[in-house]
C-alpha cells in the first residue's frame, strides 16, 4: 500500500486553507486504496504503515473530509459509517450473507428523480441489499441438502 492521497482532494484541502500532514494523507491513502472501509479498519491499516497514529487523528480526519465533502459516509446495510473518495454516481449491491460491497453505476440518471420534485442534487449514490449470486447459491444447496436428508 502506497501514502498516495489523490491529487484533487489534496488541492482541495489546501484551497481550503487546511495543513497536508502525514497522517491526512496516509488516511486519504487508505481510503482512496480500500473503499468501503470503516473507522477501525482505516486506523488498523493506518497503524501498520505508522504505528504512532491515534484513533482520534483518524476520526478527526475523516470528520473533515467529510464536512468539506471529499468522502462519501456510507451505511453499507451496517450499523456504522464506512468511507469512499466521492467521486461518480453509482450503486452499491451489498451482500447480507458475505459482506461484500460491489460498486455498479445507475441504470438512470439517479439526479433527475430529485429534480423531477425541483430539488437540488449535489450527488447520487444507491445502496440495494440483499444477496449475491454465490451466497444465493449456497442456501439453494443447503436447502437441498436439508430436504434430502
Known sequence: MTDR?????????????????????LVLGIIAENPHLDAAGIYRLARQRNPKIGLAT??????????????????????????????????HLVCLDCGHVREIPPFSDLRSLG????????????????????????????ASEGATA
Open 115 to 142: 429534480e423531477i420534485e425541483g430539488f437540488e442534487v449535489h450527488q447520487a449514490h444507491l445502496e440495494l441489499v440483499g444477496l449475491c449470486e454465490a451466497c444465493r447459491k449456497e442456501r439453494a444447496s443447503s
Open 58 to 91: 483518524v476520526y478527526r480526519t475523516l470528520n473533515l473530509l467529510t464536512e468539506l465533502d471529499l468522502v462519501n459516509v456510507v451505511s453499507l446495510g451496517e450499523d456504522h459509517s464506512h468511507y469512499e473518495i466521492r467521486g461518480e454516481d453509482h450503486v
Open 5 to 25: 492521497a489523490p491529487s484533487p482532494i489534496v488541492n482541495r484541502l489546501r484551497e481550503e486553507g487546511r495543513r497536508i500532514t502525514r497522517e491526512r494523507r
